[in-house]
């Protein structure tokens, strides 16, 4: 990848300069025709370049690239080969994938769901309770629950303190909020929904990043829409790219992930983050924030609210999505949206027609814990840090071979392995007991992202050491494949 950029090509064509500037150096190294194909190859894996993309004429790269057409023409006949592109006669070459890579998505729940004696689960982006936290909640909400009873119990905002409590923390971190913008969900996941439910229709639009999260793109593919998407590499976000990708696909909706990107752990500067916020507003496109890892900041401080950014009333397509199961624990369900009051009214429609109200014993747990948030949370770093450094080294021990990126915040470490076989090594981890998602659950496009392994740093130190040998003997020495079938990993 030259200059650390990346590309999605909106209009389904990517030009020889393009295509070019993407190579590494040295590419053309001898053998010239195969260096070429297998850093083809790796632009197509990352995501870099999407897949149904038609790229130049031989003749137009090998002159970009300065090289033989022969080399060109020796690269693209053994990708044809090995399934990567397909051409047509009269409509070019496209990039493709081999038999073999499916669609991925969440259909089914492998491993223990938990970190047992029976297996590891580094599926999994989230850590257990603080110690106490849980218990001391309980206590505090346990005399108030009597007088909470006897009300009726139904709530479709949320809570009114909680919805106060959670406007008061956006306010202090620098985005002026009321209560009545607030609408407190079943977590994050439910607030993506509601907001995908309430402004798209089966057909839209939608841009996300790539990779992203993969239960926020199963929540688009289950809605139906149309995606397109923002390559985000080690590199981060290309900004030019993101802008003509919107510009040219005018989108309904804008998904991001700005704070330490999941799964790459990028964290985006604030003259991208106004840049995104002007080119949504150009384009009419509402801008989704989710903010689920936000607070999880190892070696910078937090960044403030993204809309925060944006000059007085400029912000008022942004939408922002948050929970407690980063921060705290993912047992008790409660996240909550952001935005204009308004659209907390649309979708407060939305979501009691889907499940009316939420529980209110996790709501009154969660005053305490969002209270005691900027206390406890320290402990919580120092943590994930030491956790971080423990992964890092075991990778370094067992597997030096696979490189990444340390992320400056976030739970998990997004790892290349050199070559695009995550999806075995998925399966041939999980034969050995540790439980993991695969590269390709985090890609826009089916098969993308076969060279990496988004691991998890949320486990005892221990346990890493364990579950990294497990891995390394699987990849190394390899262990029999269960029988194939398509079982794609319920990540969080």
Same mark, same amino acid.
């Given at each position: ?26 590419? /053309? ?8 194909? @297998? !850093? ?8 870099r ?6 790229l ?15 080399t ?13 592109l ?7 070459? #496209? ?5 073999g ?38 206590? #505090?909400?346990?005399?108030? %629950? ?6 009726? *119990?139904?709530?479709?905002f ?5 919805? !106060? =409590? ?9 985005l ?22 309430? $402004? ?13 999260? !993969? ?30 990708? /919107? ?5 309904? $909706? ?12 990028? $964290? ?8 995104l ?17 936000? @607070?999880?900041? /190892?070696? +910078? ?16 397509? +942004? ?12 047992g ?16 407060? =429609? ?10 209110? %014993?996790?709501? /009154?747990?969660?005053?305490?814990l ?5 206390? *406890?949370?320290?402990?919580?770093? @120092? ?27 976030g739970?998990?470490?997004?790892v ?8 075995? $090594? ?9 439980f993991? *998602? ?16 988004r ?28 029988? !194939?079938? @398509? ?5 969080a």
């Amino acid at each position: 990848m030259a200059n650390g950029r990346v590309v999605q090509t909106a209009d389904r064509a990517i030009g020889s300069r393009q295509l070019a500037a993407l190579l590494p150096d040295g590419v /053309l190294a001898r053998p010239g025709y195969r260096s070429l194909a @297998d !850093a083809l190859r790796t632009l197509v894996l990352d995501g870099r370049i999407a897949l149904h993309v038609r790229l130049p004429a031989e003749r137009e790269l090998a002159e970009a690239l300065g090289a033989s057409r022969a080399t060109v023409t020796g690269a693209y006949d053994l990708l044809r080969e090995s399934g990567y592109l397909r051409s047509r006669r009269g409509s070019g070459t #496209w990039t493709e994938l081999p038999e073999g890579h499916r669609p991925v998505g969440a259909h089914a729940l492998l491993g223990p769901g938990g970190d047992t004696e029976e297996g590891i689960d580094l599926a999994t982006a989230a850590m257990g309770a603080p110690d106490g936290s849980v218990a001391e909640a309980l206590a #505090w909400a346990a005399p108030r %629950l009597p007088e909470a009873a006897r009300s009726p *119990g139904y709530h479709p905002f949320g809570l009114p303190e909680l919805r !106060a =409590a959670i406007a008061d923390r956006f306010t202090r971190r620098g985005l002026p909020t009321r209560p009545e913008q607030i609408l407190v969900t079943a977590g994050a996941q439910q607030a993506l929904a509601l907001v995908v439910s309430l $402004l798209c229709r089966a057909g839209d639009r939608v841009v996300t990043e790539n990779p992203t999260y !993969a239960n926020a793109l199963d929540a688009i593919r289950h809605a139906r829409l149309r995606t397109a998407s923002i390559a985000v590499s080690d590199a981060g976000w290309d900004m030019e790219i993101a802008e003509s990708t /919107l510009h040219q696909t005018v989108p309904r $909706l804008v998904y991001t992930v700005p704070d330490f990107q999941n799964p790459t752990g990028a $964290l985006m500067p604030p003259e991208q983050r106004l840049r995104l916020l002007a080119a949504t507003r150009r384009t009419g496109s509402w801008l989704v924030v989710d903010e689920t890892i936000a @607070d999880i900041a /190892l070696d +910078v401080p937090p960044a403030p609210p993204l809309a925060s950014l944006a000059p007085r009333g400029g912000a008022d397509h +942004v939408i922002t999505v948050g929970s407690l199961s980063k921060t705290h624990w993912g047992g008790i369900r409660v996240g909550w949206i952001r935005a204009t009051a308004k659209l907390i009214n649309e979708v407060t =429609a939305v979501r009691v027609a889907a499940d009316m109200t939420g529980s209110v %014993l996790d709501q /009154l747990l969660a005053l305490p814990l969002l209270a005691g948030l900027d206390a *406890g949370l320290p402990a919580r770093l @120092d943590q994930l840090r030491a956790r971080r450094q423990a992964l890092a080294e075991a990778l370094q021990r067992h597997t030096p071979e696979w490189s990444w990126r340390f992320p400056p915040g976030g739970l998990s470490l997004w790892v290349d392995l050199g070559e695009p076989v995550s999806s075995a $090594l998925a399966e041939r981890a999980a034969a050995a007991g540790v439980f993991i *998602g695969r590269g390709a659950r985090f890609g826009v496009d089916p098969g993308t992202f076969e060279h990496r392994l988004r691991i998890p740093y949320t486990l005892p130190a221990d346990r890493l050491e364990e579950a990294v040998r497990r891995l390394a003997t699987a990849f190394h020495e390899g262990v029999p494949l269960p029988p !194939a079938v @398509d079982r794609p990993y319920w990540v969080a």
